[in-house]
C-alpha cells in the first residue's frame, strides 16, 4: 500500500508533478538507457512487464531519484489498471521523476491525487471495497460505467460528494413528462399524440412553416409523439446522461445534450424540409452515442460484469426508437399535407455524440480549453450551425419549397 504522504502533499503543493505523453520525444541516451533496463524486466521479450517488476526496478534503480517523485512513481504503478506496463508507458512513468527531462504536459488525475495529502491509492481494486453504503455503492457503479483508468475511478469516488446533483438531466426529464401530461389531458390523448389535429399549434414544436421562431429549434424536445416516445427517451436519457452528468458535470453534459438538439432540428431543417419535429431524441442520442463509442475505445479498461449485456440493451432501445420514429415518419399523416414528425433528428444527435460528444467525453479530468480536438470538432459544428441558419433564410425560398400549411 502507498500512502500519500503529509510531506508528498507539501511538497505537490509547491510542484506539480508532471507526466510526458507518449507524443514526447525523448533524447536518444535516456531511450537507450530506459530499453535496456525493460529488456532485464522483460526476458520473455512480450513488450509488458508487470506492475510488480516496475516496482522492483524502481526499488534497484529508484535511488537517484527524489524520494517523493519516487513514492508518485509508485503510486502511478499502482494505479495501473491493466496490470502491466508497455515500453512507452514504461518510459513515461520513468521520464516523469527526471527533473532534467520535464514537459508542459501535466497528468491532472495524479496532481489532484497527490494535492489531497489525507488521500490513499490502494493496490485493491476499487470493486473489491466492502462495506460501503447505497450511496456509495452507486458512485463506484458510476466510475467503473464511465471511467476507463482505475486510479480515476479511486480519484473519483473519493471526492464524489452528489454536491451538486445531477440536476440538469434531472430538471429535463421532469420538465419534458409535465408537457406531456399536460397535453395528455388537454387532447384527452396518451398514444401518439401528434395524431390530433391540436398537436403542433402550440410554440413548442419545430414546424417548417414556424421557422423564424429561433426557439422552437430547441424547445421541440419537451413535445413527444406519445407515451411510447416519451419512455424510451426518458429511459435512455436517466440510465446513460445522469451518470455522466455525475462524473463530467452538468455544463459538459449540458453542452452535448443542447448541441445534439440543435443539430437534430437543424439537419431537419436541411435534409426533410417539410416535416416538423417533436421529441428530445437528438440530446438523447448525442449522449448515448459519445458515451457508447468512449466504452469501445476503451474497451480494455472498461470491462466490468455486464458491460456487453449493457451496450446491447442500450443499442437495441436506440434501434427500437428509432425504428419506431421512421415508421411513424411514413405512416399516413393525420392532417394531410403535413407530414408526421421526422427522424433525421435522432441521426443529427448520432453525429454530434461521435465527434464533440466523444471529446468531452473522452478525458474527463483535462478542461475542455485545453484540447485542441475539441477546438475542432466545436469549430466545425459551429460551421455547421452557420450554414443551418443561412439554409433556412435562403434555401426555402430559392428551391420553391411547398410547405405544409401552418398548424
Known amino acids: 500500500m502507498v500512502n500519500s504522504s503529509p510531506a508528498v502533499a507539501a511538497h505537490a503543493e509547491g510542484e506539480e508533478i508532471e507526466v510526458l505523453e507518449s507524443t514526447d520525444v525523448l533524447p536518444v541516451a535516456p531511450e537507450d538507457q530506459w530499453k535496456s533496463l525493460f529488456d532485464k524486466y522483460d526476458p520473455e521479450n512480450s513488450g509488458f512487464i508487470s506492475t510488480e517488476r516496475f516496482r522492483d526496478l524502481l526499488a534497484a534503480h529508484g535511488s537517484e ?23 512507452q508507458d514504461f518510459v513515461n512513468l520513468v521520464s516523469s521523476a527526471d527533473e532534467l527531462e520535464m514537459s508542459n504536459k501535466r497528468s491532472n488525475s495524479f496532481r489532484r491525487a497527490i494535492l489531497q495529502g489525507s488521500r490513499q491509492l490502494r493496490n485493491s481494486a476499487l470493486r473489491e471495497e466492502v462495506g460501503l453504503g447505497l450511496s456509495r455503492r452507486l458512485v463506484r457503479h458510476v466510475a467503473y460505467e464511465t471511467l476507463p483508468r482505475e486510479v480515476d475511478r479511486k480519484w473519483y469516488f473519493d471526492s464524489y460528494t452528489y454536491c451538486p446533483p445531477p440536476w440538469f438531466m434531472l430538471v429535463i426529464t421532469i420538465a419534458e413528462v409535465v408537457v406531456f401530461m399536460y397535453y395528455g389531458l388537454q387532447l384527452n390523448r396518451w398514444v401518439l399524440q401528434v395524431s390530433s389535429p391540436y398537436f403542433l399549434k402550440g410554440p413548442l414544436p419545430y414546424h417548417p412553416q414556424l421557422r423564424a421562431q429561433a426557439w422552437r429549434y430547441l424547445s421541440y424536445i419537451f413535445m413527444h409523439a406519445g407515451i411510447e416516445h416519451l419512455g424510451l427517451n426518458m429511459a435512455m436519457q436517466l440510465l446513460v446522461g445522469v451518470p455522466l452528468e455525475m462524473v463530467h458535470g452538468a455544463l459538459r453534459i ?49 470491462k466490468c460484469q455486464f458491460k456487453l449485456f449493457r451496450m446491447a440493451m442500450a443499442l437495441v432501445c436506440m434501434s427500437v426508437e428509432f425504428g419506431r420514429a421512421v415508421w411513424l415518419r411514413f405512416y399516413p399523416p393525420a392532417f394531410p399535407p403535413c407530414p408526421n414528425p421526422s427522424f433525421v433528428a435522432h441521426l443529427g444527435g448520432v453525429a454530434v455524440g461521435l465527434t464533440l460528444g466523444v471529446v468531452v467525453l473522452q478525458n474527463y479530468e483535462q478542461r475542455l480549453q485545453e484540447q485542441s480536438l475539441f477546438w475542432i470538432f466545436f469549430s466545425v459544428y459551429t460551421i455547421f450551425i452557420l450554414c443551418g441558419i443561412f439554409w433556412n433564410i435562403f434555401a426555402y425560398n430559392l428551391l420553391d419549397v411547398k410547405l405544409p400549411p401552418p398548424p
Open 65 to 87: 531519484l527524489d524520494p517523493h517523485k519516487l513514492e508518485v512513481l509508485l503510486a502511478l504503478a499502482d494505479g495501473n489498471a491493466d496490470g502491466q506496463i508497455c515500453y
Open 254 to 302: 449540458g453542452l452535448v445534450y443542447v448541441c445534439g438538439v440543435l443539430a437534430g432540428s437543424l439537419a431537419v431543417s436541411v435534409t426533410d424540409m417539410t416535416a416538423p419535429v417533436v421529441g428530445s431524441s437528438g440530446g438523447v442520442y448525442a449522449l448515448v452515442s459519445a458515451h457508447l463509442a468512449n466504452v469501445v475505445m476503451n474497451w480494455s479498461g472498461m
